[in-house]
């Protein structure tokens, strides 16, 4: 069992930062790929990055890409998503989640079903 916890989450005007944190506890930590994924009201929980176990491979959707950056400390057991220049349509709950396995196929890491372990999620809002 892995146990992860997210926090860092909150509200923000539009061009702002957050960083988000997830904590894990449990197994070890560097034996699993990590990602990120949010869930606005009324829509489908959609993929934001992810990053492998020993963080030389990362991910992003496009609508992230070159705002976002994904990171991880091993020794702390924590992984990391930096959001800079935020905007009103990033407003969602933010969820890391992890995984034991490793896909040959890059896309498989996008399926919320390919993860085993999945945190509480934290609120991030972003006014206009």
């Known amino acids: 069992q892995v146990q992860l916890v997210e926090s860092g989450g909150g509200l923000v005007q539009a061009g702002g930062s957050l960083r988000l944190s997830c904590a894990a506890s449990?197994?070890?930590?560097?034996?699993?790929?990590m990602g990120w994924f949010r869930q606005a009201p009324g829509k489908e929980r959609e993929f934001v990055t992810r990053?492998?176990?020993?963080?030389?491979?990362?991910y992003y959707a496009d609508s992230v890409k070159g705002r976002f950056t994904i990171s991880r400390d091993n020794a702390k057991n924590t992984v990391y998503l930096q959001m800079n220049s935020l905007k009103p349509e990033d407003t969602a709950v933010y969820y890391c989640?992890?995984?034991?396995?490793?896909?040959?196929?890059?896309?498989?890491?996008?399926?919320?079903?390919?993860?085993?372990?999945w945190g509480q999620g934290t609120q991030v809002t972003v006014s206009s």
């Open positions: 989640a992890a995984t034991p396995r490793t896909y040959a196929n890059a896309s498989s890491y996008y399926r919320a079903t390919n993860y085993d372990y």
């Open positions: 449990g197994r070890t930590f560097s034996n699993y790929a």
């Open positions: 990053i492998s176990w020993i963080g030389g491979s990362t």
